[in-house]
């Protein structure tokens, strides 16, 4: 019809994959993130997680391994042919780091 004016209103949300990387050292303690990485989904600049621990950021983290490691996957190998025990290597790691809270040790 002439004369009347359309309108049209609507929210597009749209969700994206986001990748990013979380490098930790042999104590647990974050090494490096990706700042973008890190600011979008833990709200954190990267500076502020440098150096903790990365149970800070997910505390179930070391669960999650343990979990993995008793799943249907291929076992981990030592490069010598060897299975390794990823949650016993890591329980030794912290308590060497005197964390006494990760693994319930």
Known sequence: ?????????????VFTAMSGLVTLLPDG????????????????KKTEL???SITFLMP???????ALEESSLPPVEDGLGDPVDLCASIADIHRAAGNTNALGG
């Open 1 to 13: 019809a002439a004369g009347l004016g359309l309108a049209f209103s609507a929210n597009l949300w």
């Open 60 to 66: 179930g983290f070391y669960e999650s391994l343990c």
């Open 29 to 44: 303690s974050i090494h490096s993130v990706n700042n973008n990485f890190a600011l979008m989904l833990f709200g954190y």
């Open 50 to 52: 440098q150096g903790k």
